[in-house]
């Protein structure tokens, strides 16, 4: 911050009692009775209150104090005194108090249906709720370049138009390129196999598409997808390489943002003790345990919202299932030499019923394979040749993953719904504003 400015956060911490400083931000509250007015200013760290009275300012000051409403920018100085009665403990007593820009009246008010605020999500977005989730977010983020960071990975950027589909027809959203056919990205797993084989271990954080119809809590139309894809690593180690990246998102979420995650209700010690590893039950396993928790489920299925919860009560971590059956997974995926039924692969099931966090395989290796699968699904080849084409210039063995960015956020920040840990949410029925 400029040397004259102060950020709130650091003057709350202590330091500058009976001192001057300097702040600037947003009137967060404001009532005034006669002589004082009473304005608690936000920034991006933290509230203060200041006080502004008659005669201690510039009267031009007080009169701009007076009348200015909730959300004008403003940026104010004076002396730092300690009060117990002002939230943070401290209180500023203005020498000067500058409006910067005014502000009409707010359309959010203390009466606000969900839709009202989903229509003011551009001014919603202040909020001490979704500030608090978005820092969560970004410092879960910057945890996770750490980490692949620290674990050889290097960063790459994959195209988000594509001539081909990765997860299936169902949810492409589909765009006229120049005469012909593309879609909106969905993963950009085939991508980064292409790139894994000059740089061994890539990963990509983009943002991914899907025409999801049905209308969940854990489903957005545009989601950030944190992928990572390695050359000579199987499915187990796979696993582990996602537990350690989880677990370095988490708890390096609950290091940084320990008030935040308390405000939102979670326990940022909960977050510390999710470290590797974590629990592997085999498909088999997971069936097993559905049918003994009283689930009329048979082996075949694609476990649902429902069952994902089921399978993960009791536990504290998130439990990973792996070896899922052929029909209910994607044609990329190697198949289980131990039973060819299923292929190698895994998803992360988030704990307290949060659902799929992360999917992730050991990728086919052989190309006769492929084709016949994509024929089988009734793909046409041409897009995929490009695709094909890798595993005919050294083939190896290689595995990655995908991670939705709002899922784990979900969890992390206790979210009913997973719009609310994305800025702009694009569902079914929105994409305004
Ligand atoms: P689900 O079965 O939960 O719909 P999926 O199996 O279709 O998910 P994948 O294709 O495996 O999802 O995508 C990888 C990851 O991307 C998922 O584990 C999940 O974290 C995230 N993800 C998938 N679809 C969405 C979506 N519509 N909105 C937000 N995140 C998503
Ligand atoms: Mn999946």
Known sequence: MDGRYVHIGRLLAGGF????????????????????????????TGVLQVTVARGSVPDADFEGAKRALIESSVQCSG??????????GFELRAASFTVLGGSDNFPITEYRSEEHLLNYRHLWIRSQELTRIMKVKSSALAAAREWFS?????EV?????????CEGGSTLFELKYFGERAYLSQSAQLYLEAMMYSLERVFALTPSFRAEKSRTTRHLAEYWHLEG?????????????????????????????????????RDPSELLGMVPPFKRLSYGEAVKRLRDRGAAFEWGMDPGTNEERLLVEGEEKPVFIYNYPKEIKAFYMRENPDDPRTYLCADLLGPEGYGEIIGGSERETDGDRLVERLKAQGSPLEPYQW?????RFGSVQHSGFGLGIERLLRWVCKQEHIRDTIPFPRTINRVYP
């Not at 620290?150 to 290097?154: H, M």
């Open 229 to 265: 894809e390695e050359a000579f690593v199987g499915n187990q180690e796979n696993m582990t390489l996602q537990e350690e990246l989880v677990s370095a998102m988490v708890t390096g979420a609950a290091r940084r943002n320990p008030e935040e995650l308390r405000a939102l209700g």
């Open 150 to 154: 620290q674990n050889d990975f290097y």
């Open 17 to 44: 009692e009976d001192g001057e400083a300097a702040i600037r931000g947003w009137i967060y509250r404001t009532r005034s009775s006669g002589k004082l007015c009473f304005v608690t200013v936000r920034d991006s």
């Open 79 to 88: 002396t730092v005194v300690k009060d117990e009665r002002a939230p943070g």
């Open 387 to 391: 695709y094909l084409d890798l595993r």
């Open 157 to 165: 950027t994959p195209p988000i138009i594509t001539s081909n589909s």
